[in-house]
């Protein structure tokens, strides 16, 4: 199946593209899990989730594991959309290949 190159503002920065490159490789991605492995603070990370969930590509679910509480996140079918039409995007510039505006989709 062929994904529509389209371009994200949203996802594009570095930090957030790595965010939603990181949990479409998994079903659900632990808080701890995402700090870690982008190296961010608690707040940084938090402050990413709630972009991407407030525009529907991110979904975040809190559990009470024992004691504690754990934030655990996924991307959402529309989240993953945007992600593969963006790295489309990207595949296309990269490898030289114009990029339709969106009059002439």
């Known amino acids: 199946m062929s994904v529509e190159p389209r371009f994200d503002e949203l996802i594009h920065p570095s930090t957030r593209l790595s965010l939603v490159a990181t949990l479409a490789a998994a079903d659900w991605a632990d808080f701890g899990f995402l700090k870690d492995r982008l190296s961010l603070s608690d707040s940084a990370l938090s402050k990413q989730l709630a972009t991407?969930?407030?525009?529907?590509?991110v979904s975040t679910e809190r559990?009470?594991?024992g004691s504690r509480h754990r934030l655990r996140a996924r991307l959402t079918a529309i989240g993953r959309n945007a992600?593969?039409?963006?790295?489309?995007?990207l595949n296309e510039i990269v490898s030289g290949a114009p990029i339709a505006s969106p009059?002439?989709?």
């Open 52 to 57: 991407l969930e407030e525009a529907g590509y």
């Open 103 to 105: 009059s002439e989709r």
């Open 63 to 65: 559990r009470l594991d």
């Open 83 to 89: 992600f593969d039409g963006h790295i489309a995007a």
